[in-house]
């Protein structure tokens, strides 16, 4: 890109004023971890330039308080596991009901959430989850490429560690309960990505 | 794009193929149409409508000349000179010609636009970039071929009253006003083929990507492919037809090939290759 | 009836009364014209906000007319802002002093035809609201405008000619800014005092004056050129027949000269008029005037004469028939009518009779001009409507929406001057002067040295006497 | 690719429209069109998904296009339980190539005007009513009918849905199943049927040399036009190209793409036949021990000159077709719409089938069709007679319960028909129809069936000669709206309701046609077992049946020719020509075909009429004037459009605009030509005589700008499509 990395540290300082002034102390803390993680998680993909900026995010309600936490982090499941759409589609895709209930039959039955599920899939619906990760609908972002550029085809890269290339985008979604957006999804923020990664510059890949 | 590929890119983009740029493409999409075959029945066109998301603008502003038939089928009648004039009847028939983005390489319409929401793809494409077009419609004034279709209205509020609109491809987008938009040889349907090939680790096959209009001609009289590509069908159409890229008068062997590009002396280079209606005399 | 160009015996004092007396408090005829004016804009302003909430569709624009009057308009604001900087700039270049008394409302209509062509290509865009993109400007996702596209010098070449045509503008009212303060009082002594920035006119001040003046006046006659270049460069760059022509530039300037100077005349018709400068725009100025417009006139029609010649015996047969479309198609009767109040009424300059008949003048002028904006129109209507492809052929005829904006924007000017000369003298009153003095010292020194003993202001001095020499 | 069979029903009970939204607006930035806000869109997760149900990802199923009677199969795309896209099924008759009535019919099944629950007649108007009133009302009315009071009045019907439909009849005790197609080949199949023994025989466009057609616009609406397509591209113009010569009033599609385009006086097509034999016997010594004496004998009284003077066609054009037909051997020659159209439609017919015989194409490009094992799954052939029986029928009080599917006789019947009155007589009607047109309109009882891409079924393409294939029809995507029902299961709850024996047990259609495909002989299933079977007909959309050679008898009938409609004080010729676009009226509600531009006009979104240059003159018009269109039976008025492609004692209108209901898009724009028709029927078929009806024009004075796509007509002299002469073309890229 034309604008050297020099601004582009200027840069980053400069996107605390994109938030709101109120928030702009809570940007910086935030900005702070953020950098923190993306250090770790530098540590954990090889040969990857995590993209830099950050959103501070409002809480989104949710059918369900799905705790990310309590299955990535403590039972240590794989990212793909329910999102498993991510690594064949453009789409990661929310787990189908059925997928829940292939645990939650047996695991944890009495918690209430989990009664709230099994309401749903007795009633034959799944729930209508409210996104939260979005972008225009002119951008078509595709799971599976940056999944095979960062995980697949990416000689060192662990599959299990696959959490720390979702932090990309995601944020650390391991330490949450319902998932909340930590990076601003901007065009910048993807551009600057791109170059760093020296993934494609073509506006077509994303635009059509 | 930006400020880099302008600066370098862009040169190298414009080379003609005896400069060799066109290997520094990774494909170079292009088409053999054969008016022999073609029979003008149209269905290119409403596939186009279908697989594009394209609106239907209703009977005023489509006589206004609003209408946004990305593929458009045209129609003329013999010439005087043919033998038009003095005879009663049309005696042999109409000429139809197909019309869609030619995918100029040397793109009339991409050095004016002022924003670059038209340039020229690593795949050898004309691309126009919806979100980043500001309507300056420069571009559609500069192209000989008048190939390029403007959102005068938000045409997307009237046509697809539900649920019409279910129909509509998620694959690309829907446009609003104040937009230019043109054939991009379904790119969607381009992207998604080397999305598949990438999955089974192989390099896109001839015959992976059909475009919507070449697809469903009965006559198979559109053939999309690879100029790149030496095994692909279209490319040995253009060498059999001894039509070449990059140039703005063909030096053919045979004189009488059929083959040949749409005002391909004006030096706009374009990616699609017309054969000649036949007659019998 | 007026022989000389101003009369040197005028005094003075009487020059800063005339002056001074048009910015006096407005009578009802200017505040009716102004609101004639407001009405107008507010007809366009209507029909923008539509275009904006609906789209491009209403304003008939179609496929294959992507651009129609708001760029033939545009190119005729930008021809006519061409006037003042001939007048000052050129004009004062090779020292034709009797521009002196014109020049000031001449750039006055620089400064507002171009605020005025500003605005047409916004008004076009089918996405107003991301104009800011043709900007180059340092942005997160690291785009940038297409440097090779001649809309993005479009933006450079005008913001800058219009920066520095206000500035020429600004620097050259100094002086009677000072003499306004001296004489204004309450709010308009408050914004003389600040705009006049403190000028005594003491040698010091009056010494890098002339030097910045002149500087200023260098600097805007290429810049003059060259943003009309570069507004031909729309049509030359492009390769659709009757754009792509090679003697655009200069053909585009020439028109641009031509208009403005017609512009010229109603206007100091019009001031002469309502001001009664029968003292400074006298009728030799007006024949001046008359005259180098006659020039350019002819020079105009040459270059029209050469670009169908060039046409017709050229090669390109497209280019050629798009040429007997103009001359016979159904844009004939414009294309005709451009003709003839382009080359044929300038004629009426060549008569000493009709150039002192200011009425005459003032309805040629207005025709002229009218003639002009049928030119760009008949560039770049024709050329959409008959191009390369038959199967797009097509006529269209503008819509209610594309007429109301540009006669809006003829009202934008108006109010714009209208404000201007009551705000600030639209006869430079200092150079005026000059002009005065110099004219007198030309005829007898006697006179001259009376005026150098007045104006020297120094009484004691002794009658300089012949006797004795 | 495609599901395996009982899965494909979860799949559509249980993947809603799920997963990603639909493509939604772009390339605008208007803060009204994009949110961003977090949580302000939602995405709904599938239930229990298909593994090969992944969002972003479209699926294909083959299925088969209804929008014409053709039966096409198609591969539709499908993403997110959305059916987006249909093209040609590379492996069925039509190939990969799908017209533009396929391309569109995606519209008639999304369309905004569909019926989405039954209607009931209350107090003169149709009121949406639940299915249970609506069987309620079938019982007290239809039920008790008495023996043969009943009868269906349908479009071209095969597969299970017409054996179906024939038992339900059966139960009824009526014979009385009218299957009516407004552009049919009714007249051709009678004259095949006459002398080659064989109704539907196989035309091998790829085989002949030279194909002579009295107005068959097989490229456009003839039979089976993208099959015909697909022949006339691969074999007949490619390598050593074949000659097409079009003899008709006006310039259909197939006209368009003539080598030698010829007007003749609408009528005496079979006159024109007759002087080519002439010329052929007398000039080019062909052989005509092939015909019969009687025919010899005819023909030698038509001279050269006595059929200019009839036909109005050059006599040197005769001979330079005679020549051709002589050189490029085997030829074959056809008749269609604007031959058969007339009183003496037959005799067209019979002197063009002359041709045939004397140029020795039957055997060579006209083969006989193959017997096949599932006739009763064959399909029934459509044809006019058929709704002048109905009407009659109708009018006599024939009937108490007549039941409407998949036809339109109300919109389509002339005037002199008045085929509403005569339907009104009819106590009870039934229509089982996906819109509201003019037949639904009229009926007392609405029964909304699904569209093609929603529901089961299996059809029988009315022209496979060569092969025998019965094509699936499976569901694309969930029903749009749940009150609708397939047309199968509605019938299978009829019979099931009448108590007929053998369907108790059937608990859906869906289920009726497993055990039907199960009980399929087994050389049809090839040694597949019943699932097996079943999911390999699924994926491929059809189900190939073996054949067995049919074979053609020669016995030619009489050629002798007269008896034109007479002009009178109406002296030109209305020709209500056929379209791809608008096809018999039933596409007039899709915009996407109401916007595409007729082929050879251009005009789009309305009617038209087309002058000749000279008659244009004559009238003093110019184009875009309207004209009033005036027959003894009512008059039409439209605009202009004037071209050398009609002939000039011929005015064209086409078909299929001019409706006074069947929904936003059709409703009031353009006139139907239908409508004007005069009474008159081919003596011979007793088929409705559509071009036989003589019109005058007058002007109105009033014009408008011809809503027509497209500036000049001619190239100006760009090198846009040049022609160059077929000796060069074989000569470069011969075979």
Partial sequence: MFVSNKFLSKRRVNSVGQGKVSQSLAVFFSLLASMFIVAAAQAEVPNAKPPTGTHSGEDVPQPIEFPHDVHVDVNGINCMYCHTYARRSKVAGIPPTSKCMGCHSIVATDKPRIKKLTEYWEKNEPPQWNKVHDVPDFVHFTHEKHLQRFVFKNEGMDVANVSEVCAFCHGDVKKMTVAEKVKPLNMGFCVRCHEQNDGPSDCWKCHK | MSLKNILENWSHYRQTIEDGGHYEYEHMWGMAIDLNKCTGCNACSVACYAENNLPTVGKDRMRKGQGMHWLRMERYWDEPEMGGEEKEYQERGGSFLPMMCQQCNAATCEPVCPVAATYHTPDGLNAQVYNRCIGSRYCSNNCPYRLRYFNFYSYYEESWPEPLNMQLNPDLSVRDKGVMEKCTFCIQRIRTGKDKASREDRTVQDGDIVTACAQTCPTEAIVFGDLLDQKSQVTKLWKAQQVELGKTKQDKANTELRGYRVLEGLNTDPCVMYMDRVREA | MQTKDINENIAWAKINEDVLRSMENPRMGYWVALACCIAMISVAVVAEIYQYQVGMGPSNLNWPHMWDLYIATFVFWIGMSHSGTLLSAILHIIQADWRKPIYRFAEAMTTFSLMTAGLFPIIHLGRVWNMYWVLPYVSDRGIWPNFRSPLVWDAFAITTYLTSSALFLFIGMIPDLAICRDNARGWRQKLYTVLSMGWQGDDRQWRHFRKIYLLMACFLIPLAVSVHSIVSADFAMSIMPGWHVTTFPPYFVAGALYSGCAAIITLFILLRYFFRFDEYMTIPIMEKTCKLTFAIAMVWTYLNIIEFAATWYGHDMVAKELLINKFIGPHAPFFWAMLFLGSVLPFTLAFEKLRRHLPTMFVVSLFLNLGMWLERWMIVTPTLSYSYQPFAWDVMWPSMVQWSIVFGSFGWFGMLFLIFVKVFPSVSMYEVKEMVFHRRHYHSDEVANKLHRRASDDQSGAEPTREGA | ?735
């Fill in chain 4, 1 to 735: 690719m495609s599901g395996s069979d009982i899965n494909r029903r979860d799949f559509l009970k249980f993947m809603g429209l799920g997963g990603v939204g639909a493509a939604t607006l772009s390339g605008c930035d208007m803060p009204t069109t994009v949110t961003l806000e977090e949580g302000k869109e939602k995405v709904v997760a599938y239930l229990a998904p298909e593994e090969y149900a992944i969002p972003g990802i479209g699926v294909t199923f083959a299925s088969t296009c209804q929008q014409c009677p053709s039966g096409c199969g198609v591969h539709g795309r499908v993403r997110e339980g959305r059916v987006l896209k249909l093209e040609g099924n590379p492996e069925a008759m039509n190939g990969k190539g799908l017209c533009q009535m396929g391309q569109a019919s995606l519209q008639g099944h999304y369309n905004p005007d569909r019926i989405t629950q039954p209607m009931a007649r209350k107090g003169g108007s149709l009121v949406p009513v639940s299915w249970e009133d609506a069987w309620e009302l079938m019982r007290e009315k239809a039920s008790g009918t008495a023996q043969g009071r009943s009868a269906w009045f349908t479009g071209t019907v095969s597969g299970h849905q017409s054996v179906l439909l024939a038992a339900l009849n059966k139960a009824w005790g009526s014979k009385d199943h009218y299957v009516y197609e407004a552009i049919n080949n009714a007249v051709g199949e009678s004259v095949n049927e006459a002398v080659l023994g064989d109704a539907a025989p196989a035309y091998r466009l790829d085989k002949a040399k030279a194909i002579l057609s009295f107005g068959a616009d097989f490229l456009g609406t003839w039979m089976s036009p993208v099959h015909f397509s697909r022949e006339y591209a691969a074999k007949f113009r490619g390598g050593d190209r074949g000659v097409l010569i079009q003899v008709e009033p006006k310039m259909t599609l197939t006209g368009a793409n003539a080598d030698l385009w010829v007007a003749a006086r609408p009528g005496t097509e079979g006159v024109v036949a007759l002087g080519i034999a002439n010329v052929l016997l007398s000039k080019n010594q062909v052989d005509g021990k092939r015909l019969p004496q009687a025919a010899l004998d005819v023909i030698s009284q038509y001279s050269v000159n006595k059929v200019t003077e009839i036909t109005g066609v050059a006599g040197d054009t005769l001979v330079r077709i005679a020549e051709y037909l002589k050189e490029r051997s085997p030829s074959l020659v056809l008749s269609g719409d604007s031959a058969h159209g007339h009183v003496n439609g037959y005799q067209n017919a019979m002197a063009a089938m002359m041709l045939n015989v004397l140029l020795g194409n039957v055997g060579k490009t006209i083969e006989a069709s193959n017997s096949v094992v599932f006739g009763e799954l064959k399909a029934k052939r459509g044809n006019s007679k058929a709704m002048l029986d109905f009407a009659s029928a109708a009018d006599a009080g024939k009937y108490d319960v007549v039941f409407f599917m998949g036809a339109n006789p109300v919109y389509t019947a002339p005037t002199h028909l008045a085929m509403a009155e005569k339907i009104a007589k009819v106590p009870f009607k039934v229509a089982l129809s996906m819109f509201v047109d003019e037949t639904t309109m009229s009926a007392d009882l609405v029964l909304p069936v699904q569209s093609p891409y929603e529901e089961w079924g299996t059809s029988v393409a009315p022209y496979q000669p060569k092969e025998a294939a019965i094509s699936m029809s499976q569901p694309l995507m969930k029903p749009l709206s749940a009150e609708t029902k397939s047309l199968g299961d509605i019938l299978l709850s009829m019979l099931k309701y009448h108590g007929v024996k053998g369907y108790e047990g059937y608990e859906d259609y869906y289920a009726y046609l497993r055990s039907e495909l199960d009980n399929m002989p087994a050389s049809v299933k090839a040694g597949k077992d019943g699932d097996a079977f079943w999911s390999s007909a699924v994926q491929k959309g059809f189900i190939k049946a073996p054949t067995k050679p049919g074979s053609l008898n020669i016995n030619l009938g009489d050629v002798k020719q007269g008896g034109y409609q007479a002009g009178g004080d109406y002296p030109m010729h209305l020709v209500p020509a056929s379209n791809q676009t608008m096809y018999d009226g039933r596409n007039a509600n899709l915009p996407w075909l109401q916007e595409a531009p007729d082929q050879i006009t251009k005009i789009f979104w309305d009617s038209w009429v087309e002058l000749h240059p000279k008659t244009a003159a004559k009238l003093g018009v110019k184009e875009g004037d309207f004209v009033r269109v005036e027959s003894d039976q009512g008059a039409i008025e439209a605009q202009v459009y004037i071209y050398k492609g009609v002939h000039v004692d011929a005015v064209a209108v086409p078909m299929g605009r001019g409706h006074e209901g069947y929904g936003r898009y059709a409703k009031g724009n353009g006139v139907n030509p239908l409508k004007i028709l005069s009474p008159a029927v081919d003596k011979k078929s007793g088929e409705l005589a559509t071009h036989a009806t003589r019109v005058r024009i007058s002007k109105t004075g009033r014009s408008e700008e011809l809503p027509r796509l497209g500036g000049s007509e001619v190239q100006v002299g760009r090198r846009l499509v040049s022609t160059v002469s077929a000796d060069v073309f074989r000569r470069t890229e011969g075979a």
